[in-house]
C-alpha cells in the first residue's frame, strides 16, 4: 500500500545547527513528495517539493534530497531558528493522484 | 480574503449531534480537498473536489461523513451523529491546477471539533 513515514517523532537542535528530518516511504507512494511545516493552531504550510527525476533541491534554508534506491527524503535546514520550531510532515501522492499522504510528523525544537 | 477560512474555528458537540464545517478556498482555486488531524498526528485524507464534483471520497471514515462543494467554491463537511472518536481537527486545502494533489496545496487553519 501508499505508505509515508519519518524516522523520529522529535528533533531537538541548538539554534544556529543545521537540522536534518528524515522521511521513508513505501513502494506504492508517489514519485512527487511535499515537505509541510504546521505550527501549533495552524494548518499545514508548504516548504518545499521534489519530482522523483530529481536528487536535490534546494531553497531558501531548506534542502530535499531524495535518495530512490533506499526510497527515502530528508528535509535540512540550514541555520535553524527559533521560528523554525514546529512539526514538520513528508507527504506523498496517492496513486489516483487525488490526495496527500501525510507521514505523523517530526517535532523539531529549537533552543537558543 | 488571501487564504484558505475555515469556519467556526472551534466546535463543541454533544454526541449524537450533527455539525457542519464550512471551507472557504482560496478564490479561483479548482481543487478542494479535506483532511482529518487527530492530536499527534498528520493529516488524513477525507475527500477531493475538483470544481462542485467530489471525484474522491475513499478517506470518510463511515457514511455519517457527507462533504459537498455545490457551486466549485464553498464547501461543507457535514458529519452526522457525532461520536467522541470524530473528535479531530478538519483541515481544507485548496489547490490552483486541475492536476489535483500534484500542486501546491494551501492549507487553512483547521476548524477543531470536540465530541462531548
Known amino acids: 500500500g501508499e505508505s509515508v513515514g519519518l524516522h523520529l517523532p522529535t528533533l531537538s537542535v541548538q539554534e544556529g545547527d543545521n537540522s536534518i528530518i528524515n522521511c521513508a516511504y513505501s513502494?506504492?507512494?508517489?514519485?512527487?513528495f511535499i515537505w509541510y511545516k504546521q505550527e501549533s493552531g495552524k494548518g499545514p504550510q508548504f516548504i518545499i517539493d521534489?519530482?522523483?527525476?530529481?536528487d536535490k533541491r534546494q531553497g531558501q534554508r531548506v534542502t530535499v534530497l531524495l535518495n530512490k534506491t533506499v526510497k527515502h527524503l530528508s528535509l535540512q535546514i540550514a541555520a535553524t531558528q527559533p521560528g523554525d520550531s514546529a512539526v514538520y510532515f513528508c507527504?506523498?501522492?496517492?496513486?489516483?493522484?487525488?490526495?496527500?499522504?501525510f507521514g505523523k510528523g517530526t517535532t523539531l525544537s529549537v533552543s537558543s | 480574503g488571501a487564504g484558505v477560512s475555515q469556519s467556526p474555528r472551534y466546535k463543541v458537540a454533544k454526541r449524537g449531534q450533527d455539525v457542519a464545517l464550512r471551507c472557504d478556498p482560496i478564490s479561483g482555486h479548482v481543487s478542494l480537498f479535506w483532511y482529518q488531524q487527530a492530536l499527534g498526528q498528520g493529516p488524513e485524507f477525507l475527500t477531493y473536489?475538483?470544481?462542485?464534483?467530489?471525484?474522491?471520497k475513499s478517506g470518510l471514515p463511515s457514511d455519517r461523513f457527507f462533504a459537498e462543494r455545490p457551486e466549485g467554491s464553498v464547501s461543507t463537511l457535514k458529519i452526522q451523529r457525532t461520536q467522541q472518536e470524530d473528535s479531530a481537527v478538519y483541515l481544507c486545502a485548496s489547490s490552483l491546477f486541475l492536476t489535483g494533489a500534484n500542486t501546491e496545496a494551501f492549507f487553512g487553519q483547521g476548524t477543531r471539533l470536540t465530541v462531548v
Open positions: 473536489f475538483q470544481n462542485e464534483a467530489q471525484l474522491d
Open positions: 521534489i519530482r522523483s527525476n530529481m
Open positions: 507527504a506523498g501522492i496517492n496513486q489516483a493522484g487525488t490526495a496527500l499522504i
Open positions: 513502494n506504492s507512494a508517489s514519485d512527487y
